[in-house]
């Protein structure tokens, strides 16, 4: 199993840097969350998912923090390209929302 001082170390570490999971991110509204945890004898991972609305980008954002002894690319918590937009045209959505509301 994973020393948890070791992985203590890692959470402490991002949020050193910012990089930790923040609830309360000021540049977007949270929808929904998730957790993903996965381990084994020796390695040990754990993915974190926040789902908000950025006003400034007007878009719908997954954030992806990523944790473990075995990840395969990146660093520990998260980078500009964990960032994933879910609606591509939001202005779209908004506007057909907006006209079934209507009728």
């Known amino acids: 199993m994973a020393d948890v001082s070791a992985i203590l170390e890692q959470f402490d570490a ?3 840097e910012a ?25 040990w991972a754990l993915v974190v998912e ?10 719908v954002l997954d954030v992806l ?3 473990g002894n075995w990840l395969t690319s990146g660093e520990p918590g998260f980078e500009n ?3 994933l937009r879910r609606i591509e ?3 779209a959505v908004v506007r057909e929302c907006q006209a ?4």
Do not use: K, Q
């Open 19 to 43: 990089v930790f999971v923040d609830l309360g991110n000021g540049y977007y509204y949270p929808l929904d969350s998730r957790l993903h945890a996965y381990h084994d004898a020796t390695r």
């Open 50 to 59: 926040l789902v908000g609305y950025n006003p400034r980008a007007r878009a």
């Open 89 to 91: 045209d939001l202005e």
């Open 65 to 67: 923090y990523v944790f």
């Open 81 to 83: 390209d964990d960032f």
């Open 100 to 103: 079934s509301a209507v009728t």
């Open 14 to 16: 991002a949020a050193d």
